[in-house]
């Protein structure tokens, strides 16, 4: 029998989802973390999901303004801006080569749409999307990541205190008839494929 002590380097955004991961089958799992900011999520995952044999990145490191996440008076919560961007991606870069494990990180610097297409539909054993901005790109990333991940798969992301989040997951798995147990923690939504 094996077991895993994780290791909580702090909290991070899906760090609920690695207990899910690890009870995956399978020896050599490849995963996806799409929206990966300052990779300290997708290092966490790396160090506490021992069969992870590759795991994709996906960030395309624009400024951006948070649409989904309004403050009080109906302005956006914030805004990242390109010095912040670019501050970002340093520490993505510098925590994903000091993991002790970037060899199994295949890293792209490009939209979520356009890397979609380089992933083979049912490759990703587990996926965990982060990268909400609009309600458009919710619903297209849920619709357009869902075909990659394998039957038995799991298929999670972030944000559930989000409107759009919730409300594009609730149409998609409806539109589709996914009759899935859909698991919610820690502002982590969860399902199995």
């Known amino acids: 029998m094996k077991y895993y002590n994780f290791k909580n380097n702090k909290e991070v955004d899906g760090q609920s989802i690695i207990h899910a991961i690890n009870l995956l089958p399978g020896n050599e799992l490849i995963g996806a973390e799409v929206g990966v900011g300052t990779a300290q999520n997708f290092c966490t995952i790396l160090q506490n999901c021992p069969r992870i044999s590759k795991l994709y990145g996906i960030d ?8 989904l996440k309004i403050e009080y008076d109906g302005k956006p919560a914030y805004e990242v801006d390109e010095k912040q961007i670019h501050l970002n991606k340093m520490l993505a870069m510098h925590n994903i080569e000091f993991s002790g494990f970037k060899e199994k990180v295949a890293f792209y610097i490009d939209d979520s749409c356009n890397v979609v297409h380089d992933i083979a539909d049912s490759e990703l054993d587990f996926i965990f999307l982060d990268t909400y901005l609009t ?3 919710v619903a297209s990333d849920i619709k357009e990541w869902y075909p990659k991940v394998k039957t038995g798969g799991l298929f999670s992301g972030h944000d ?3 409107d759009a989040v919730q409300i594009s ?4 798995m409806k539109n589709n ?3 899935a147990n859909l698991s919610i923690f820690d502002n982590t939504w969860a399902f199995i494929k």
């Open 160 to 162: 559930w205190n989000s």
């Open 135 to 137: 309600i458009e790109q």
């Open 60 to 67: 395309a490191y624009l400024p951006y303004i948070d649409y």
């Open 169 to 172: 997951q609730f149409e998609f």
């Open 177 to 179: 008839n996914i009759q």
